[in-house]
Nanobody, 115 residues
Framework: QVQLVESGGGLVQAGGSLRLSCAAS????????MGWYRQAPGKQRELVAT???????TYADSVKGRFTISRDNGKNTVTLQMNSLKPEDTAVYYC?????????WGQGTQVTVSS
């Protein structure tokens, strides 16, 4: 079992920045991928960014150049730095842990970007 605790969401004006953090605890395997997904009202959950244990990253086209994902393997944390936020970034953001065919999700944190 893996538990994920997210923090850092909130309300920000367009053009502003927010930083999301996710801490994983429990049975953590070395070979894993962690990432952030988001779900806006009436829409499906979508990938935002992922990062492997070796720090290989993947970004959605809509956030490339604005968001940066990073991780601290020693602390089992993953961080999403979000800059130049747009109203369309408004969503609930979820942290995901994946390893050996298992995935776990955090409870989600709300990000609201006002225009």
């Amino acid at each position: 079992q893996v538990q994920l605790v997210e923090s850092g969401g909130g309300l920000v004006q367009a053009g502003g920045s927010l930083r999301l953090s996710c801490a994983a605890s429990g049975t953590i395997y070395s070979f894993n991928s962690m990432g952030w997904y988001r779900q806006a009202p009436g829409k499906q959950r979508e990938l935002v960014a992922t990062i492997t244990g070796g720090s290989t990253t993947t970004y959605a086209d809509s956030v490339k150049g604005r968001f940066t994902i990073s991780r601290d393997n020693g602390k089992n944390t993953v961080t999403l730095q979000m800059n130049s936020l747009k109203p369309e970034d408004t969503a609930v953001y979820y942290c995901r842990y994946y390893s050996a065919g298992y995935q776990y999700w955090g409870q989600g944190t709300q990000v609201t970007v006002s225009s």
